[in-house]
């Protein structure tokens, strides 16, 4: 079982940056693909970015050039640098944990999930 714990969640304002990560104590972390995901009100969950074990990189086209995920696999957390925050960014993130090979951006694809934490930006 792989536990996630996410924070760095808050209130800002447009175009402001956040960075919310995301930790396991899980030693064979570096093994897994990481993706957030987030869920806005009224909405289904929605793929954001990805990283595999080998620091491939995939982007939802909404993100690109906002939005970087990166990982440290030493400290067991991924991060979701995210700049140029606008009002369509305001969801619950979700950081979840794959072993497949590859990046996925298919949430069923993904075993493990944290709780998630709430971005909201207001305009």
């Known amino acids: 079982q792989v536990q996630l714990v996410e924070s760095g969640g808050g209130l800002v304002q447009a175009g402001d940056s956040l960075r919310l990560s995301c930790t396991t104590s899980?030693?064979?972390?570096?093994?897994?693909?990481m993706g957030w995901f987030r869920q806005a009100p009224g909405k289904e969950r929605e793929f954001v970015v990805a990283i595999t074990w080998g620091g491939s990189r995939t982007s939802a086209d909404s993100v690109k050039g906002r939005f970087t995920i990166s990982r440290d696999d030493a400290k067991n957390t991924v991060y979701l640098q995210m700049n140029k925050l606008e009002p369509e960014d305001t969801a619950v993130y979700y950081c979840?944990?794959?072993?497949?090979?590859?990046?996925?951006?298919?949430?069923?694809?993904?075993?493990?999930w944290g709780q998630g934490t709430q971005v909201t930006v207001s305009s």
């Open positions: 979840a944990a794959t072993g497949r090979t590859g990046v996925s951006m298919r949430s069923d694809h993904y075993t493990y």
């Open positions: 899980r030693r064979t972390f570096s093994r897994y693909t």
